[in-house]
């Protein structure tokens, strides 16, 4: 009776941490999680005017982004559908996703990247993986419902060339346990720039952290770095999912720091958001924006910007797409 009690629990000590080292670990080299992709060399015209959109596509699982929901292939095939018709109307010359599926159990293995790729005619991507799991064991329960196997990212899609690409990945949630952390996705900051008519534009494409306050305000801190290294220099597009509300709605968090920026300014201004109608989250029945397209103007002017609610729910976040003229 002894030995037995003694090899329970080593055996569930050998098996939890089996599943542990084989479920964090990731499928691909190093070299992998980042990658240029050309899918076509007719890159678009260029001229002093262009068109970003940001839209953080929640894996397009809609209203049901991490909840313990069974989905079936067609729920995401149809929301893949309604997203590419989206670009197809909208037609951004650049975009910055976050969010976006290369292939995970969750989304029937699908490569949302390629298919909004052909269908909106683009060039180029810039992709970055920053979740790359054998086994995710969210939502918690049941356990039916787990990820499974993850590959997920970020992505810019272009319709010039991209050059200079290079990806920062950020700290991990400080508060967060090592057990939390080893399942938890990478926040990255995506840095490229865009040949647009014998000049360079740089584009940064973020996704900060969610669900710690203080980790966030530390990322906010390091991309204000970033930025300002490019902002004297070039025409620079800083956009993607900040998870914070302008700083005039909460002058604590993390977009505190970077609309402080001398200089910097948000395609959808103060004066907008007070108007009503340019909240980004969530979908269903937005209240906040914490989805941004913002850029140095001194060498950079907005034309028109809105939230794109023609989107519908097929994200739990709405995109945002701006027209800026290049001075």
Request: proline share 4%.
């Amino acid at each position: 009776m002894k030995r037995i009690f003694i090899s329970i629990p080593i055996f569930f000590i050998i098996g939890f941490l089996t599943f542990y080292f084989w479920g964090s670990s990731g499928s691909l080299d190093t070299n992998q999680l980042s990658t240029k992709i050309v899918y076509q060399s007719n890159y678009r015209k260029s001229n002093d005017t262009i068109k970003v959109m940001t839209f953080n596509m929640g894996y397009l699982s809609g209203m049901t982004n991490n909840l313990p929901i069974d989905r079936n292939e067609q729920f995401f095939a149809n929301n893949l559908a309604k997203a590419k018709e989206v670009i197809r109307q909208t037609s951004p010359d650049l975009i910055g996703l976050q969010e976006v599926d290369f292939g995970s159990a969750r989304s029937f293995h699908y490569n949302q990247l390629d298919s909004l790729a052909g269908a909106g005619d683009y060039a180029e991507a810039y992709k970055s993986v920053n979740w790359d799991k054998k086994y995710v064991p969210f939502p918690y329960w049941p356990f039916s419902m787990h990820f499974g196997e993850m590959l997920s990212g970020q992505a810019i899609l272009s319709g010039y060339e991209l050059s200079e690409i290079e990806t920062i990945v950020l700290d991990k949630p400080i508060n967060a346990s090592l057990l939390y952390n080893a399942f938890y996705l990478d926040r990255l900051v995506q840095i490229s720039k865009v040949a647009i008519g014998g000049r360079d534009l740089v584009i940064l494409n973020v996704h900060l952290e969610a669900f710690d306050f203080e980790t966030r305000v530390q990322h906010a801190e390091v991309l204000s770095g970033v930025y300002e290294s490019f902002a004297d220099d070039y025409p620079v597009l800083l956009i993607g999912d900040f998870n914070s509300a302008p700083s005039y709605v909460d002058a604590t968090d993390a977009m505190s720091i970077l609309l402080s920026i001398d200089g910097i300014s948000s395609a959808i201004s103060q004066d907008m958001y007070d108007q009503g109608g340019y909240e980004t989250f969530p979908s269903e029945s937005p209240d906040r924006m914490i989805d941004y397209v913002l850029f140095n103007s001194n060498r950079l002017a907005v034309v028109d910007a809105r939230v794109v609610y023609e989107a519908g729910n097929v994200s739990d976040h709405l995109p945002v797409i701006a027209k800026l003229i290049i001075k």
